[in-house]
């Protein structure tokens, strides 16, 4: 008896950056969240299995995001042979700049993203994940720089800097969302002024930049 072969048709393989990428696709076209991961999977020919595969629901898909942003930050500055032997300001100076140019590029979605709720930056759930991604790096620039004066207190220098460090971006954030200067020149100024604070914290000496920090902000104020 004759057998018929079987055709099978070969499945579109799938990965997590893709459904990111169709995702953020699909928020800046429709300006709202996919009403349900069943529409969306159908609308793209995704599985539902291969979807679940990655993300359990589409508010680990917005964390994710923010998480790819800044490995994506990671593997640049690293890239960088010299980084290794930067100050702590320096190596700051380049997560930020880095940071926000990526930001740049994304901006229509970074809008989206935190205007979506009429919340802005109150609503930080969607940068949990990456909060602790970027405090995690920052820590590891204490410990491969440790200041030798200030060894006794290391256990409280660390959580203290990471988390100012954490503040000076959210601050950044802020400014970089409400700039409308040419190539956002402004938010420029602010990085190199803020890191000035930030990393005279650890020489305990931070009146001076604070001052000028302040002076800046004043000044952007009154504009």
């Known amino acids: 008896m004759a057998t018929t072969k079987k055709t099978t048709t070969k499945k579109k393989s799938i990965d997590d950056d893709q459904i990111i990428s169709l995702y953020m696709d699909y928020v800046l076209e429709h300006q709202s969240t996919p009403k349900n991961i069943f529409t969306f999977c159908k609308a793209n020919t995704i599985e539902e299995a291969d979807f679940y595969s990655f993300f359990g629901s589409f508010g680990n898909i917005r964390q994710m995001i923010w998480v790819k942003f800044f490995e994506n930050v990671q593997q640049t500055i690293l890239k960088d042979e010299s980084y290794s032997s930067y100050t702590d300001k320096n190596k700051l100076l380049a997560i930020y700049f880095s940071m926000f140019e990526l930001l740049t590029m994304n901006r229509s979605y970074v809008l989206y993203s935190l205007k979506e709720n009429d919340k802005g930056l109150k609503n930080l759930k969607d940068l949990k994940m990456f909060r602790n991604e970027f405090k995690d790096f920052i820590n590891q620039i204490i410990d491969a720089n440790p200041k030798p004066d200030l060894v006794k207190l290391d256990k ?14 959210l601050l950044l954030l802020k400014y970089w969302i409400e700039d409308t200067s040419k ?26 930049s604070l001052i000028d920090l302040g002076k800046f902000l004043w000044k952007e104020r009154k504009m």
């Not at 409280?156 to 971006?169: D, R």
């Not at 890191?195 to 001076?208: A, F, Q, S, Y």
């Open 183 to 208: 190539g956002f020149e402004k938010t420029d100024i602010l990085i190199e002024k803020s890191v000035n604070t930030v990393v005279d914290l650890l020489d305990t000496k931070p009146l001076e």
């Open 156 to 169: 409280f220098t660390k959580p203290v800097f990471s988390e100012g460090a954490w503040i000076q971006f």
